[in-house]
């Protein structure tokens, strides 16, 4: 072999090995970032989500669908958002109940007593007219207190109700006639006497009503983008678990709880379905999430607005990522201000109206 030859495969040996080196540094480099081992996981050795002390947050899958022709107007602030999270389950501390401010209330009157059995055994099969929620409650013979008909105690008068507006939009006068179909039924099955209000100021009230819901429904969202290495979902997990979230039951979802038990959550935390549900979750690619707020939902007191800035901020600054609106653009810190001072005027208004946010009422009429 001659030296030129030699020369020339110790070169083609070097190129070799440089491509080779080069192909492996820049697959590292775009690899999705992973989890640190020592860090805690959000997953049980299934691989299902679940909170750290077992229990997830219960969620609605998409609460804004909505029937055509019934769309309400376009929220302020951001309406391009992950499904918000979070319907409350019943707790045992009894939350809201019918209010004429947000219900149309029927009273049935009773000749004697009634029984919580027998009115159990007279609700309608489905509590709903059209996309408005249904409710009965009695008047507790015992304690003189309104409450949703309970086995065993004895009743001297009840109220059926149907709720005026939701994010579907008013109560229009199809859903008025069924509601009052329901609640015939059950005066009937229970021997009262129905008295309702006039249809048409009731549906009056509620246009009226989801106009002004419309007017002040406020969604915001921010979407946290990868400037240069995609995220596994483990290491969003791991991140987004150092700031409180815990794994929701949607693939994908997680949530900032609060400190009471069976309230919706403060913050949602989204990403990419299927990346979750890969069969290897630790190859998926993750270049963007998109962090929540659904704000007549949240308490005013949990400042949650202040929390999802630090929140995203944090994330940003860990995962190497910007935060940007939906459109793309970059959220910065007087934009940031602007959008919280439009906030503190959203919350006197609504409290104006005794419909605070985070409130059994304002839950119920901005669902």
Sequence with gaps: ???????????????????????????????????????????????????????????????????????????????????????????????????????????????????????????????????????????????GQWEPPVAGQRYSAFQVGVQLANRTGALNEIEYSEFVVKAQAFADAVNGALEFPEMLDEVARARELDQFASAHDAQLGFVLRALHAAWSPGYVQQNAARLGFVAGII??????????????????????????????????????????????????????????????????????????DSDGQLLREETMDVIGADLEQLYDTLESRDLAAGSPLARRLFS
């Design 1 to 143: 072999m001659s030296n030129l030859t030699l020369a020339l495969a110790i070169l083609g040996g070097l190129v070799l090995a440089a491509v080779v080196a080069y192909n492996t540094v820049t697959s590292r480099r775009n690899a999705p970032r992973q989890p640190d081992a020592a860090g805690g996981e959000l997953f049980d050795d299934d691989h299902s989500p679940s909170s750290p002390d077992g229990v997830e947050p219960m969620l609605r899958v998409d609460p804004h669908q909505m029937p055509p022709g019934q769309e309400r107007h376009e929220p302020l602030f951001d309406p391009d958002l992950p499904a918000p999270g979070a319907s409350p389950l019943p707790t045992a501390e009894r939350r809201g109940g019918l209010d004429p401010l947000i219900d149309v209330i029927a009273p049935v009157s009773l000749d004697g007593l009634a029984s919580g059995d027998a009115a159990i055994a007279a609700m309608p099969p489905t509590r709903r007219a059209g996309s408005k929620p249904v409710a009965i409650e009695g008047l507790n013979e015992h304690t």
């Design 251 to 324: 693939p994908g979802r997680m949530v900032l709880p609060t400190s009471e038990v069976g309230l919706p959550p403060i913050l949602g935390l989204s990403f990419d379905t299927q990346a979750a549900l890969a069969d290897d979750p630790a190859q998926s690619a993750i270049r963007e999430l998109s962090l929540s707020l659904d704000v007549p939902q949240v308490d005013r007191a949990e400042q949650p607005f202040r929390r999802m800035r630090e929140a995203a901020a944090t994330l940003a600054r860990e995962m190497d990522g910007v935060v940007t």
